[in-house]
């Protein structure tokens, strides 16, 4: 069973940053590309950066948080963070993260993100 615990939201202003942790319990997580999903209210959830598997040479970015936020990986701690710069109140959303197509396992608990004055 695989089990995904993410942290680090909270309430920031705009032009805040804030640094997501998500703790994987996936033996084979070095194996698996991961990524960094948000969902906010009433709306679907959506990917908004991925990381290839290894060393995470590889990443791709939505449009909308392309050059503000920046997914890494750390395989030793089996760890995948996502740090945000220059926060937008239309960030504001539950984020989560998972594997990537038919590696999506259950979903954690979420991190809050309220980008507000």
């Known amino acids: 069973q695989v089990q995904l615990v993410e942290s680090g939201g909270g309430l920031v202003q705009p032009g805040g940053s804030l640094r997501l942790s998500c703790a994987a319990s996936?033996?084979?997580?070095?194996?698996?590309?991961m990524g960094w999903y948000r969902q906010a209210p009433g709306k679907a959830r959506e990917l908004v950066a991925s990381i290839s598997s290894g060393s995470g040479a590889s990443t791709t970015y939505a449009d909308s948080v392309r050059g503000r936020f920046t997914i890494s990986r750390d395989n030793a701690k089996n760890t995948v963070y996502l740090q945000m710069n220059s926060l937008k109140p239309e960030d504001t959303a539950v984020y989560y993260c998972n594997g990537l197509g038919s590696n999506i396992r259950s979903w954690g608990q979420g991190t809050q993100v309220t980008v507000s004055s």
């Open positions: 996936w033996n084979i997580f070095s194996f698996k590309p």
